[in-house]
């Protein structure tokens, strides 16, 4: 095999494929990179693990069409390295050699003939912009559980009716959830599955801007989802389809809601948050038009800041964990946000409300960006 190569596509394709690869694997060659250079002029990069694969394709000058299969953390370490020049590959022997510029490296290769069959890509159901759906996911997975034991909240529920596509993740003390639309091939196409979080959450940070997404489904009794824009692509096995119905959950009879500008809120959230421990929540006071935003850490520390706001209804004093307020918070888009409560012990809804359309114009104040954030209070001692 001998082939040159772009450096820059070729650490993009590196990186997106090298994702995958397992710290502990329980076999030797799943630790490794597999290289396919073809005489069409390309060259692609796999990984896989059983549960993940990943694969890209850049094109190259090939010399020689082969096949090769290297330690594949070691050859994105070297690839990132590299000067901004054309790499040359070849093997030799029991080596691949590397070369860019004055620099050279030699990998062993690893049999790539004992490297397992990779997954064919299930069959496409739609696609959706790249950057809507990876906002989207972003949007939603930090409410993911991270307990293993529980494999269900550690994924994505993805629902798909028609051209509305639903993302959603809870770890049973809050459900994020977006609604947006997408193109299905199939007009009455329709589906529901759950995706591991984390895998999801690392695709949708490596689509490239501007990419249209394939979204690959192939059936009731289909075990994977297949995710592809332009030369990349990756499958992952599905989790239990098994989900709360938290559509229903996100709807209520509020007692109360409150408007406050996004960035100055969340700003007052961390300096107040700097006084709390483990545990200690952030206590929010809404009363006319202001809120108070009050932290206390016994008697060593305590914090409190007001700012305007409006409020509608019963006055609200509730309080939160810091953190889940920021995660809600950071996946509204829009100037304002609006909180829904129902008493302080009950869950409060946070949305965003869209931003006017022209300068000088109100924002449509019961309007909704497609996200809704639901939170458990922490209960009040006093």
Sequence with gaps: MEFRVDRGALADAVAWAARTLPARPALPVLAGLRLVADADGGLELAGFDYEVSAQARVDADVATPGRALVPGRLLAEIVRSLPAQPVEFLTKDAELVLRCGSAEFGLQTMPVEDYPTLPDAPERAGTIAGDAFAAAVA???????????????????????????????????????????????????????????????DTAKAIRPGATVSLGLSGESDTLIGVSGGDRSMTTRLLDEQYIDYRKRLTGDWTSVARVRVAPFVEAIKRVALVTERNTPVRLAFTGSEVSIRAASGDSARANESLGAELDGEDIDIAFSPQYLLDGLAGIHSEHARLECAGPTKAALLTGIPDAEKDGDQPDLDGDTGFRYLAMPVRLTS
């Design 139 to 201: 949007q939603v997975t930090p409410a993911a559980g991270r307990d293993d034991a529980l494999p269900m909240l550690t994924g994505v529920r993805l629902d798909l009716e028609g051209d509305t596509m639903w993302l959603a993740c809870t770890d049973r003390y809050r459900i994020a959830a977006r609604e947006l639309t997408w193109s299905p091939d199939a007009a009455d196409f329709h589906a529901g599955v759950v995706v591991p979080a984390r895998t999801l959450a």
